[in-house]
T-cell receptor
């Protein structure tokens, strides 16, 4: 069955430290890959997406993600975290034949300590 | 450009009642998708509409239905509400929903079923 795994439910990092959020997927083909962020009481905002080509993609707010086909992973990274990055982060995958349907991971809650 | 709007933002209903939620996509967007977000099940795809036709459907009972109007606005309806229907309902819009498109999410409607 198709699935998306975010193994870390909570992550706490110090402000200024680097961040890596993990995402693994289980699909037969290479899917479209997305990272979204959700602040409390808000909808989802797209950080970045991968379709094909360069496996390192840059997004908004200084985030980047690297697609690794051999590991079926799409990890999100940021070199220096700011307090305003505290939020919940969702990895999502889609397949061309399913149109806009996205399958989301369970999410990772990021806490930033000063 | 105005973002995706959802009305109402908050709603309280009792078991057995029905509810209708509304979503107005970004101007020019013709694809609207709906998602249910709960603490236990996370984000789950309900359905997608394009040009007034349901194009994809998630694994939800028939009590969940939707429609799209000629101006691309969409409504979803839940009949015979159950306690487990309490959730944040998010809609997302995109230009044509060909898969891999950026989907823009609204702030959601928070439904509480008592």
């Amino acid at each position: 069955a198709q699935s998306v795994t975010q193994p870390d439910i909570h992550i706490t990092v110090s402000e200024g430290a680097s961040l890596e959020l993990r995402c693994n997927y289980s699909y037969g083909a290479t899917p479209y890959l997305f990272w979204y962020v959700q602040s409390p009481g808000q909808g989802l905002q797209l950080l970045l997406k991968y379709f094909s080509g360069d496996t390192l993609v840059q997004g908004i707010k200084g985030f980047e993600a690297e697609f690794k086909r051999s590991q079926s992973s799409f990890n999100l990274r940021k070199p220096s975290v700011h307090w305003s990055d505290a939020a919940e982060y969702f990895c999502a995958v889609g397949l061309k034949e399913y149109g806009n349907k996205l399958v989301f991971g369970a999410g990772t809650i990021l806490r930033v300590k000063s | 450009k105005a973002g995706v709007t959802q009305t109402p933002r908050y709603l309280i209903k009792t078991r057995g009642q029905q509810v209708t939620l509304s979503c107005s996509p970004i101007s020019g967007h013709r694809s609207v998708s709906w998602y249910q977000q709960t603490p236990g099940q996370g984000l789950q795809f309900l359905f997608e509409y394009f040009s007034e036709t349901q194009r994809n459907k998630g694994n939800f009972p028939g009590r969940f239905s939707g429609r799209q109007f000629s101006n691309s606005r969409s409504e979803m309806n839940v009949s015979t509400l159950e306690l487990g229907d309490s959730a944040l309902y998010l809609c997302a819009s995109s230009l044509v929903g060909t898969g891999g498109e950026t989907q823009y999410f609204g702030p959601g409607t928070r439904l509480l079923v008592l």
